[in-house]
């Protein structure tokens, strides 16, 4: 009886264990899919970048001025 009474505690041990790391890993998914960014594709070259660090102009992107210049030039 002994026996049994340790493998049903072990069992809740164990349980608790994975119930809480499984809470850990979510919360740090959680943290990761709120530092995500937005991506966008420069109108002249093509390349992608965070939109934080784009430059815009109408509705198109641009990895830098240069960029942004020639293909206003172009277009």
């Known amino acids: 009886m002994a026996k049994l009474l340790f ?3 072990g069992l809740f041990v164990a349980y608790w264990i994975l119930k809480s790391y499984k809470k850990k890993v ?3 998914a ?3 899919a709120s530092l ?3 991506m ?3 109108a002249q070259c093509g ?3 965070p939109k934080s660090e784009s430059l815009t102009s ?3 992107f641009y990895c830098s ?3 942004r210049r020639l293909h206003d030039k172009t277009g």
């Open 65 to 67: 001025a240069e960029h």
């Open 36 to 38: 995500a960014e937005d």
């Open 47 to 49: 390349v992608h970048l």
């Open 7 to 9: 493998i049903v505690i």
């Open 40 to 42: 966008v594709r420069c």
């Open 26 to 28: 979510e919360r740090r």
């Open 30 to 32: 959680d943290k990761r």
């Open 58 to 60: 109408g509705n198109a």
